[in-house]
Structures are given as structure tokens and as C-alpha cells.
């Protein structure tokens, strides 16, 4: 069982950037589409951006594109999405997950696809 911890959330103001990261708990962890997700209060849990096993492409959502990059280091079993120019609507649970589907030649953006899921960290944006 794939064990997921997401750190690098908090209070930030309009305009910050915030790097999160995901540790994982098994190897290899190349076996896994690695994705971000978003959830706030009332609301679906949304997707944030993703990446492939080996970390040569990635998918992000139309909504935050330009302000966001995620990464993945294989060998430390960590991912990573680093935020800039943060605003008050990226405030949010964010949530790590991993997809061990090996049909899609892409990550999934909907959250059912993806099998295992950390338990998120807060980012609160004021502005």
C-alpha cells in the first residue's frame, strides 16, 4: 500500500509563491502517474496538474496554467508543484495521489482514476 505525505502549505498573501511537496512511501515510485488535486469547502475535489512515471510530460488545469509546475524525483520518491503569483481562489486542500493504471498513456485528471491519496495540506491566500 502507497503511502502519501503532502508538507509545504500555509498562509500566504496574494501575489506569494509556495512549493508543496508529496513523499511516497514506496519503490519504485516511477510506477505511479503522480497528480495534485484541489478541494475547497462545498466543492468537488478539482485537478491542479500532473505528471507521467518518468516525468517527461505533464498536464495542468486550464485555470491555474502558467502559474504552476509540478516535478517528480524518481530516486527520493518525492513530487512535487510549485505555485507562483498566488491568488485568493488557490486557496485550498491540496492533495497528493498516485495512479498505478498502466492502460492510460497520460495521467488522468479525474480524481477516481487515481488510487492512493495523501491527507492534504491547507493553503490559505489573502489578499
Known amino acids: 500500500q502507497l503511502q502519501l505525505v503532502e508538507s509545504g502549505g500555509g498562509p500566504v498573501q496574494a501575489g506569494a509563491s509556495l512549493r508543496l511537496s508529496c513523499a511516497g512511501s514506496?519503490?519504485?515510485?516511477?510506477?505511479?502517474?503522480m497528480g495534485w488535486f484541489r478541494q475547497t469547502p462545498g466543492k468537488e475535489r478539482e485537478f491542479v496538474a500532473a505528471?507521467?512515471?518518468?516525468?517527461?510530460?505533464?498536464v495542468y488545469a486550464d485555470s491555474m496554467k502558467g502559474r504552476l509546475t509540478i516535478a517528480r524525483d524518481n530516486a527520493k520518491s518525492m513530487v512535487y508543484l510549485q505555485m507562483i503569483s498566488l491568488k485568493p481562489e488557490d486557496t485550498g486542500v491540496y492533495y497528493c495521489?498516485?495512479?498505478?493504471?498502466?492502460?492510460?498513456?497520460?495521467?488522468?485528471?479525474?480524481?477516481?482514476?487515481?488510487?492512493?491519496w495523501g491527507q492534504g495540506t491547507q493553503v490559505t491566500v489573502s489578499s
Open positions: 505528471i507521467t512515471r518518468p516525468g517527461d510530460n505533464t
Open positions: 495521489a498516485a495512479d498505478d493504471t498502466w492502460s492510460r498513456p497520460l495521467p488522468s485528471t479525474e480524481p477516481s482514476d487515481y488510487d492512493y
Open positions: 514506496r519503490r519504485p515510485f516511477s510506477n505511479y502517474f
